[in-house]
């Protein structure tokens, strides 16, 4: 737990930015949350927000790293591992924020499932 704690930049990157981390892409209510990118340990709001901004290809987490900090919630910018993410029933364990269930279909996007 302690590596929870280190000081991390936790700048979030986008498109079209807004205070909860929606994006250009990805701007509903429930869009809330941002992911730190494996590659380059950077946050952005979405994936597509990576490959437009980032000057690399995307390297996404596999499920065995689930214990790695790599999901901001945009409302109370706490830092969640991704099995916290993963077991979190689409809402903030920290601040009570829902998050957007359809994010769970692009999972793939972001975490490889094997
Ligand atoms: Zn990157
Ligand atoms: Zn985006
Ligand atoms: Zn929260």
Known sequence: MSDRVAQRDLTVHGIALEAQTRCSHYHGPLDII???M???GA???CRSCHDALAD???DVWS???GDQPAVLCGACRTELTINEYCRSGDQ???CGAGFNPGCRSHHQLYFASS
Do not use: G
């Open 43 to 45: 946050y952005y709001a």
């Open 92 to 94: 903030c364990p920290n």
């Open 34 to 36: 941002a992911i730190r």
């Open 56 to 58: 690399h290809t995307v």
């Open 63 to 65: 499920m065995a790293e």
């Open 38 to 40: 494996k590659c380059c």
